[in-house]
């Protein structure tokens, strides 16, 4: 079982290869440079690596508008160069995840192309026109301030096309079966290369139903166990990812009742309130997340993130919490986006504060579900705020103090490297800290190795403990009659707590995994702590007498 749902204790590196590593010298990351850094990768400790687009594309959304679904970009390699890549992951027990892209294509698709120059073209009814402007043509845009409407006129076909995202990026009509069967024709051919799933991006529009008639679409959830059924039938240990920022009451529909749709989801509810909790050093409301979407299958997972490679987004919390976050993490409104989010990296969101960057990722690789690292923030990694919307937080990736911090021997990289200021290549990079053992690179690569050898995280059932301080945070898990606690004091100050583990066992003691400072519990079971400012403890629950013989020894 364990081997089946591997997913359920992985640690997922997500990275896009144009801004990874440039082998041929031409300015653009490829998947010989990539081949390059696997070693690299393999000793952060990394499971599975998750790919951003690669297919050819116009390259207008970084990507996302996919031209071709059944090749990679030529700036990127070739398909055999893609291959060689997955043999070699697999070589080194890492598993190859990458995006699907099957909400909307690039209007530059040959699909799109054949549809607008002819209404009996066999494409056309693969996306959603209508004759007039849709009355609500104004709302539901995903980019608001930046994109002006849902329906485009488009002069050849002389008709109105949908597109829930940019206007170079038709929707496809997911509810045609012939669509349908395309998405797993696209499945079924990137597993065959050597991929063990795909994180499908937009899901709730992929699924909902679109037209100038829809007023609230409607999400067609049998599609999902179709995409499931399908991949399993190909590869059982094969998974979707889901990107579907839904609320809670919502998550088991994306899930399934019995397991039998989405394998993995993105906990956007739990992302949000945890910045919350880091900007107010209040875990109330993350605890109320953390309960509300605890409900799913034995086989289902959370997928959990600190940054990714979109902003911030912070819709789902109160008006005054929102702004608190804005106030704490992006105060100035070149750093926020969309009306909902912030567009910057984690440490300088943190204003590199060691304690609390430490603090932040021990958060993400102890909550429930399977952390999600992006490129660069095992170093800690900065943003350029000079670059259009996302485009911030999506510069080439720091190996060294080379010029353009070793991404490329070009004069010209495909994005400016960052290196001014002090999140600079010159003094943030990979190779410095590689060479140094209190780095923040070297303590994740300690953490990542802790975090696997804890399945309880990642396996177990989750209980929020009662520390009578709503600075400090403490969960237990349980698997197999083994527990895990955890601690975090999300105040810059320091803080005392005395907490009990709520379990049956008389006076378990608390092994530290991360350093000698165990815990002995009162003659009541109960545990007083001590945590410096941002301070966190992980621990395995034992005996009274492993403490004693440590002891005596």
């Given at each position: 079982m364990i081997n089946d749902l591997w997913y359920?204790?992985?640690?997922?590196?997500?990275?896009?290869?144009?801004?990874?590593?440039?082998?041929?010298?031409?300015?653009?990351?490829?998947?010989?440079?990539?081949?390059?850094?696997?070693?690299?990768?393999?000793?952060?400790?990394?499971?599975?690596?998750?790919?951003?687009?690669?297919?050819?594309?116009?390259?207008?959304?970084?990507?996302?508008?996919?031209?071709?679904?059944?090749?990679?970009?030529?700036?990127?390699?070739?398909?055999?160069?893609?291959?060689?890549?997955?043999?070699?992951?697999?070589?080194?027990?890492?598993?190859?995840?990458?995006?699907?892209?099957?909400?909307?294509?690039?209007?530059?698709?040959?699909?799109?192309?054949?549809?607008?120059?002819?209404?009996?073209?066999?494409?056309?009814?693969?996306?959603?026109?209508?004759?007039?402007?849709?009355?609500?043509?104004?709302?539901?845009?995903?980019?608001?301030?930046?994109?002006?409407?849902?329906?485009?006129?488009?002069?050849?076909?002389?008709?109105?096309?949908?597109?829930?995202?940019?206007?170079?990026?038709?929707?496809?009509?997911?509810?045609?079966?012939?669509?349908?069967?395309?998405?797993?024709?696209?499945?079924?051919?990137?597993?065959?290369?050597?991929?063990?799933?795909?994180?499908?991006?937009?899901?709730?529009?992929?699924?909902?139903?679109?037209?100038?008639?829809?007023?609230?679409?409607?999400?067609?959830?049998?599609?999902?166990?179709?995409?499931?059924?399908?991949?399993?039938?190909?590869?059982?240990?094969?998974?979707?990812?889901?990107?579907?920022?839904?609320?809670?009451?919502?998550?088991?529909?994306?899930?399934?009742?019995?397991?039998?749709?989405?394998?993995?989801?993105?906990?956007?509810?739990?992302?949000?309130?945890?910045?919350?909790?880091?900007?107010?050093?209040?875990?109330?409301?993350?605890?109320?997340?953390?309960e509300k979407t605890k409900p799913r299958p034995p086989t289902a997972q959370w997928g959990l993130f600190l940054r990714n490679h979109d902003e911030l987004d912070l819709g789902r919390l109160t008006e005054d919490q929102r702004q608190a976050v804005f106030a704490a993490f992006g105060p100035d409104q070149t750093m926020q986006l969309y009306g909902r989010g912030i567009r910057r990296r984690l440490a300088p969101m943190l204003d590199g504060d060691r304690r609390r960057l430490e603090l932040a990722y021990s958060l993400m690789f102890t909550l429930p579900g399977t952390p999600v690292v992006r490129y660069g923030d095992e170093f800690g990694m900065g943003d350029d705020l000079s670059l259009p919307e996302r485009n911030a937080t999506r510069t080439p990736m720091q190996w060294s103090t080379e010029p353009h911090g070793g991404f490329t021997k070009n004069d010209k990289p495909v994005s400016p490297v960052i290196s001014e200021g002090p999140y600079g290549y010159e003094h943030i990079n990979a190779a410095e800290q590689r060479r140094d053992p209190n780095s923040l690179l070297n303590w994740t690569e300690r953490v990542i190795r802790m975090r696997k050898e804890c399945p309880e995280i990642g396996w177990g059932e989750v209980t929020a403990l009662d520390t009578g301080d709503k600075s400090v945070l403490a969960l237990r898990y349980d698997w197999r009659n083994n527990s895990v606690v955890v601690v975090h004091n999300l105040d810059g100050k320091p803080r005392e707590v005395v907490f009990g583990l709520d379990m049956d066992e008389s006076r378990p003691a608390l092994i530290n995994l991360l350093s000698d400072d165990h815990s002995h519990p009162d003659e009541k079971g109960r545990h007083s702590l001590v945590l410096e400012p941002y301070g966190y403890r992980w621990y395995r629950v034992g005996g009274l007498d492993y403490l004693l013989k440590r002891s005596q020894a």
């Open positions: 359920k204790n992985a640690v997922i590196y997500c990275l896009a290869v144009e801004s990874f590593m440039d082998a041929n010298g031409d300015g653009v990351g490829d998947f010989k440079g990539l081949l390059r850094r696997l070693d690299y990768l393999h000793g952060l400790g990394v499971t599975a690596i998750w790919l951003m687009p690669f297919q050819p594309s116009p390259g207008r959304d970084d990507g996302y508008d996919v031209a071709d679904y059944y090749g990679v970009d030529p700036r990127y390699g070739t398909l055999g160069d893609f291959v060689e890549f997955t043999h070699a992951a697999k070589q080194r027990g890492i598993r190859v995840l990458i995006d699907l892209v099957v909400n909307h294509t690039s209007d530059q698709h040959p699909w799109f192309q054949a549809a607008r120059k002819d209404p009996n073209s066999p494409y056309r009814n693969w996306y959603v026109w209508s004759k007039k402007r849709p009355a609500n043509a104004n709302e539901g845009m995903v980019f608001p301030g930046v994109q002006k409407t849902t329906w485009t006129r488009d002069p050849e076909a002389g008709e109105y096309y949908f597109h829930r995202f940019y206007e170079f990026q038709p929707d496809l009509n997911t509810a045609n079966p012939e669509v349908q069967a395309e998405i797993l024709k696209i499945m079924g051919f990137w597993i065959q290369l050597g991929v063990s799933g795909f994180r499908m991006d937009a899901v709730p529009f992929v699924i909902g139903t679109k037209g100038p008639d829809v007023a609230k679409p409607v999400e067609q959830f049998d599609m999902l166990r179709t995409f499931r059924e399908f991949l399993q039938w190909r590869q059982g240990d094969s998974v979707i990812l889901a990107e579907a920022n839904v609320l809670p009451d919502t998550d088991m529909d994306y899930f399934g009742d019995d397991g039998d749709r989405m394998q993995m989801m993105f906990n956007f509810q739990v992302n949000q309130h945890l910045f919350y909790a880091l900007a107010a050093a209040d875990c109330g409301p993350l605890v109320e997340a953390i």
